[in-house]
């Protein structure tokens, strides 16, 4: 065969196998909602940023969110394997070129005693042997069906799958700052409360003693008052020991001890909710990196797929040798010879095991397409709850304000009624109990409503979208 006939074979391959690589994007085969069901979305606000903590306008929040970036072992992880997955990549699309190898070698055989024998270059005349050689090879794999192409593909679609993952760890660990603080920060707020309802109590306990040694109370009442001021204290040290496990819970975020956290320097009322636009549903496809992790996975199952399908069919291979060698290492370029080779290998039997590779990969593309399916419904799920958790805190807030409202009236007159004499120390009792459920739960109605901003943020892909 004559250069011009060997260089169009050889075109015409590599033709072949470029196109025969044709992955098309995969598809879910759901219909996104039109619209979220809750009337608390908005579309006329802007959808999150990436620095969607910033919106909160806390300047501590930001400093422990820089500092978990910074310092998370978790999220240091996830950069490694995303490195992994960068060498994986440079692996497998390196059969895509031809594979160049240079050898250099010398040898040297001494005859210790007898004649020797056919396999030896020494000899009883010639006792010793000495020889040098260097060499150039050079193969490939011609890619007809597409399979190093497409394991290439597999490859980088792990790639930006671990790119994903990373950014799904991360705004997981950012949003568990941004809670874990918000908790710790509601908690002191409870010990306050706390604190705060147990003085007024002793002041009342006061009073009661007071009347009860001139005679105008009741033993009785003496000791309900008691036992109400140790029903308070004992929520002081409740509270302290979980605003304790929440500064535990924030400082691992952070990746450090907890005897290094500075203490609480802002009160939850300083921390504000933004408002959020919601876009809708089908933005969140595009927003939301674990979702855009599974699609890449499913992308790399279905590549895997025409891998193994490339398998099953015959494989053609060239290779070229350039080498020379001689006698002494200063004449070892002095007999140059060239080798080329081509060679072709098909299976014949082996047992149903390509066929089952095969089927494997099928099944391994269908887990992903349900995975992929799952993790778009979740996401969908996550939006709808965050923005019915929020619609349901609103709603309980500005009927709590009015509660805590009315219960201090209520007691501050009830108090007033009952150091004239004109009330039974039953109604200031219960009048306390009133006040401080009220406050501990509008305190707990702030936290929420704070979270569930988090939570719809989280939802919303934290101000994430796909790389274009």
Known sequence: MNLPSRLSVLSISLFIAACSNTLTPPQSGLQAP??????????????????WWQQFSSVVLDQLIEQARQNSFDLAAAAARVRQAQASAVIAGAPLLPEVKFGLDGSRQRLLHGNGFDQ?????????????????????EIDFWGGKAAARDSALFDLDASRYDRQTVELTLLS?????????????????????????AEDVLRLVQTRYDSGSATALELAQQRSLIAGQARQVPLFEQQLQEARITLATLLGEPVQTLAPIQESLDGVHWPEIGSGVPSELLSRRPDIAAAEARLAAAQANVQVARAAMLPSLTLGADLGSGADTFAQILRSPYYTL????????????????????????????????????????????????????????????????????????????RYRAGAETLLTVLETQRTLYQAQDQQAQLRLARLQGSVALYKALGGGWQVPQ
């Open 34 to 51: 039109d619209a979220w069901q809750s009337h608390t979305a908005t579309l006329d606000q802007p959808l999150p940023q990436q620095d």
């Open 176 to 200: 568990g700052v941004a809670n874990s603080y918000l908790q710790s920060l509601a908690l002191a707020e409870q010990v306050r409360i706390a604190q705060l309802n147990l003085a007024n």
């Open 341 to 416: 080779s081509a060679g072709l290998a098909a299976p014949i039997f082996n047992n149903g095991r390509l066929r089952a590779e095969r089927d494997k990969a099928r099944a391994q593309q269908e887990e992903l397409l349900q995975n992929y399916r799952s993790s778009i419904v979740a996401g969908f799920a996550d939006v709808e709850k965050a923005l019915n958790a929020i619609s349901g805190v609103d709603n309980q807030r500005q009927w709590q304000d009015q509660e805590v409202e009315q219960a201090r009236t209520a007691f501050t007159l009830s108090e007033s």
């Open 120 to 140: 030896l270059d020494a000899s009883s005349r010639e006792r010793t042997s000495t020889s040098f050689n260097t060499r150039l090879s050079a193969s490939y």
